[in-house]
């Protein structure tokens, strides 16, 4: 995968914190955004632009090899738009934006509560008593 200067958009600005007025004076960070995908990174630990700019290049990157897969093999590549489900053993239920009350029977496969809650758009659902919050 290769990029060129025109995918990225580099922001400067102040610093804030220590540093003095050489940090809060001058526009020595850096904040850096992959136009396509929408990843964000910046770097202001150092007094330095061209450090603050090699430091978010660098954490950018990381998060584009991420978000991209890049080395991976296509069924374990991260999904950031993945829902995360929760199993609450202890309170006996299950949520992903729906709360399940009997989470054996979600580990059973009765998943349809979360499935229909997929398909509505994610909106909280009343369910076996409970409301998602």
């Known amino acids: 995968m290769t990029f060129t200067k025109n995918d990225f958009k580099l922001e400067?600005?102040?610093?804030?914190?220590?540093?003095?007025?050489?940090?809060?004076?001058?526009?020595?960070c850096c904040r850096i955004t992959h136009?396509?995908?929408?990843?964000m990174a910046s770097g202001q630990s150092s007094r330095s632009?061209?450090?603050?700019q090699r430091f978010?290049?660098?954490?950018?990157?990381q998060k584009l090899i991420a978000y991209y897969g890049v080395g991976q093999p296509?069924?374990?590549r991260v999904h950031t738009d993945a829902v995360v489900r929760t199993y609450h053993?202890?309170?006996?239920?299950?949520?992903?934006?729906?709360?399940?009350?009997?989470?054996?029977?979600?580990?059973?496969g009765d998943i349809d509560a979360f499935i229909e809650n997929a398909l509505m758009g994610g909106r909280p659902l009343r369910q076996s008593g409970r409301v998602a919050q």
């Open 89 to 108: 053993f202890e309170r006996n239920d299950a949520s992903d934006g729906v709360v399940h009350s009997d989470v054996q029977s979600v580990m059973n």
């Open 35 to 39: 136009i396509e995908s929408g990843l």
């Open 56 to 61: 978010a290049f660098k954490a950018l990157a």
């Open 49 to 52: 632009r061209v450090e603050n």
């Open 12 to 28: 400067w600005f102040s610093g804030r914190g220590a540093g003095g007025q050489h940090r809060n004076k001058h526009q020595n």
């Open 74 to 76: 296509e069924n374990e």
